[in-house]
């Protein structure tokens, strides 16, 4: 068995984390490989450590790696994303972040973790991608989210409005600061800060969340993640900025997008003990009101 690691940056949080994730790795006799960026952060910091084999592509990674285990946050798990691609390799998450919906594994249970990866003692939980296709060449190559899709205002002032379309046919102009689209697995994200609804992870759904709507009756609607979603955008300022998890671009206005299905799904690697219901009631704190 051979995994890859990944993280950031090294910091405070992180770097103990790291070295017991190695030691852990290296008693359970499991080949590792680290993303290079981190590794060169290692040596900078730890000018004696040994790191024998690292990788920095997607291609490397298929070639090197069984899993891929994200040190961080779920900020940290999302760049993964576009590390994995289309190759099926499973991710695993460290939480060293604040909420860990998808990075869900303390850092206190990582011995039991990788005890539990060596022996097979795992199930793998496939989440739907969204994809961009658009008129100009953004995001190319890394044209896939996990979580949502954003449309917002470049400037502070003004809305933009957001004519949308499903197959083709005219659903609405929002008159807002933007737009969210969800994934099941983004529902829990920025869609729930705006008042969308949450998605269960196979619900083969796609959720549409304006952003401070100007007209107080537009709501969030959810749509079959079979639609193609399109949108042409108008605003008073020359372009709007278009967010792909963590990533952001400017585009100018006139450009044309359209959201849709991606063709593969990412691996999100559970331990037998993990629950999705239970994940939501600790996550979001329900139950917690001391009036029940």
């Known amino acids: 068995m051979e995994v890859a690691i990944y993280s950031r940056t090294l910091t405070e949080k992180t770097e103990s984390v790291l070295f017991s994730l190695i030691s852990e790795l290296e008693e359970a ?33 298929n070639q090197q790696a069984d899993f891929l285990i994200s040190v961080g946050g779920d900020g940290t798990m999302l760049d993964t994303v576009v590390l994995v691609k289309d190759t099926n390799i499973p991710v695993l998450g460290i939480n060293t972040g604040r909420l ?49 899709l954003v449309i917002h205002k470049n400037a502070s002032s003004s809305m933009i409005v957001v004519h949308t379309f499903i197959n083709g046919e005219y659903l609405n102009s929002y ?16 869609s729930l800060s705006c008042g969308g609804p949450i998605l269960f992870p196979k619900s083969s759904s796609f959720c549409i969340t304006p952003i401070a709507p100007h007209n107080l009756n537009v709501r969030p609607i959810i749509v079959s993640d079979e639609h193609v979603i399109s949108f042409e955008i108008e605003g008073r300022t020359n372009s709007f900025m278009v967010s792909m998890d963590s990533r952001t671009n400017v585009l100018p206005m006139g450009v044309q997008l359209a959201v849709r299905k991606a063709e593969f799904r990412f691996n999100v690697l559970k331990f037998n003990n993990e629950n999705y219901l239970e994940t939501l009631r600790e996550k979001l704190m329900w139950g917690l009101d001391n009036r029940n």
């Open 175 to 190: 008159w807002s600061d933007g737009v969210i689209i969800s994934t099941p697995t983004g529902s829990t994200g920025y």
């Open 29 to 61: 006799g499991i080949g590792f490989h680290i993303y290079l960026p981190l590794a060169k952060e290692l040596k900078k910091t730890h000018p004696g450590v040994i790191l024998k084999s690292t990788f920095t592509s997607t291609n490397q990674l």
């Open 100 to 148: 860990g919906f998808l990075a869900n594994v303390s850092k206190n249970d990582l011995q039991l973790a990788i005890s539990e990866l060596a022996k097979g003692h795992f199930t793998i939980d496939q989440r739907s991608l969204l994809s961009l296709n658009s008129n100009d060449s953004t995001f190319a190559g890394e044209n896939i989210a996990l979580n949502d």
